[in-house]
Nanobody, 117 residues
Framework: QVRLVESGGGLVQSGGSLRLSCAASGFTFSVYAMSWYRQAPGKERELVATISSGGSTKYAHSMKGRFTISRDNAKNTVYLQMNSLKPEDTAVYYC???????????WGQGTQVTVSS
């Protein structure tokens, strides 16, 4: 059974930091590209960051320089380190896994991040 379980969300103050984790199981984690998405109330889900199976990273413009995506294949876990958080970062953050060519596409249940002013 494929599972993606996010953790680490919570309430933080503006300027604070938070580290999200996504524990994966049920598939060959090391060959999947992993991504973090987020969705605020009333808004479309948007890509936050992506890390390929080879370790290459991409970030949305607004997150670049503040967020860092990383992966630990030995632990089947992908992380999102979030620094200098802003109230507009408030959203549900989702973990996503994609196989080569996008043949497989899995989603976690999401974890709430709330940034207070």
């Amino acid at each position: 059974q494929v599972r993606l379980v996010e953790s680490g969300g919570g309430l933080v103050q503006s300027g604070g930091s938070l580290r999200l984790s996504c524990a994966a199981s049920g598939f060959t984690f090391s060959v999947y590209a992993m991504s973090w998405y987020r969705q605020a109330p009333g808004k479309e889900r948007e890509l936050v960051a992506t890390i390929s199976s080879g370790g290459s990273t991409k970030y949305a413009h607004s997150m670049k320089g503040r967020f860092t995506i990383s992966r630990d294949n030995a632990k089947n876990t992908v992380y999102l380190q979030m620094n200098s958080l802003k109230p507009e970062d408030t959203a549900v953050y989702y973990c996503n896994a994609k196989s080569a060519y996008g043949i497989e596409n899995y989603w976690g249940q999401g974890t709430q991040v709330t940034v207070s002013s």
